[in-house]
């Protein structure tokens, strides 16, 4: 089975500017979550969706935004870019009661 | 909000045992032992998972200690490879986990 999918794999944009990212999970996965992983912080859950419904989220603002569409992809959206948002993004997907499988990330880097 | 603790860091010889622990004294009787791994830059990867028995699959083997309050996991072999940081976390359904700082592990030659 492939893998956990994400793109891009690297972006630059500058301050106040918005991004999307996109995640397609493993074939079957019907739970898909989303973290930042930053040197100060290290990794931090950002939300979790399944079946297009967002069943938690972490303590991020409002800014940080996601979504699920019926065939299991997810996005996730960050407006009004700030330098601390350079992160890497990670995406994971799950079988549901199961462990989470993670994809390679998105590198964003904000200037 | 980590619930475990683990050495910050700890050193093994290659083709050598790893045993990497992990205290979660405050687990709850539902909750799983998960073990996951980084390697630098990399999207973390799943190693193995355990609610009370000990479990083993081609990569490592997961000792919990019968309280539940502690747990191991040993890589049988370790290659360079398998330098990486390790990440012991204790979770139940809530849809996500929670990442402490987990046990930067080297493997000399």
């Known amino acids: 089975k492939a893998g956990v999918t994400q793109t891009p794999r690297y972006l630059i944009k500058t301050r106040g500017q918005q991004v999307t990212l996109s995640c397609s999970p493993i074939?079957?996965?019907?739970?898909v979550s989303w973290y930042q992983q930053t040197p100060g912080q290290g990794l931090q859950f950002l939300f979790e969706?399944?079946?297009?419904?967002?069943?938690n989220k972490g303590n991020f603002p409002g800014r940080f935004s996601g979504r699920q569409f019926s065939n299991s992809r997810s996005e996730m959206n960050v407006s009004t870019l700030e330098l601390g948002d350079s992160a890497l993004y990670l995406c994971?997907?799950?079988?549901?009661?199961?462990?989470?499988?993670f994809g390679p990330g998105t590198r964003l880097l904000v200037l | 909000d980590a619930k475990t603790t683990q050495p910050t860091s700890m050193d093994c010889a290659e083709g050598r045992a790893a045993n990497l622990p992990c205290n979660h004294s405050?687990?709850?009787?539902?909750?799983?032992v998960y073990w996951y791994r980084q390697i630098h830059s990399q999207g973390p990867q799943y190693i193995i998972h355990?609610?009370?028995n000990n479990e083993t699959n081609e990569m490592a083997s997961l000792i919990i200690t019968e309280d539940r309050k502690s747990s191991t996991l040993i890589l049988p072999h370790a290659t360079l490879r398998d330098t990486a940081v390790y990440y012991c976390?204790?979770?139940?359904?809530?849809?996500?986990?929670?990442f402490g700082a987990g046990t930067t592990v080297t493997v000399r030659a």
């Open positions: 405050t687990i709850s009787g539902n909750e799983y």
């Open positions: 976390i204790v979770s139940f359904n809530d849809y996500k986990l929670s």
């Open positions: 074939s079957g996965h019907r739970s």
């Open positions: 355990g609610l009370k």
């Open positions: 994971a997907s799950s079988p549901d009661e199961g462990p989470w499988y």
């Open positions: 969706y399944f079946s297009e419904t967002q069943r």
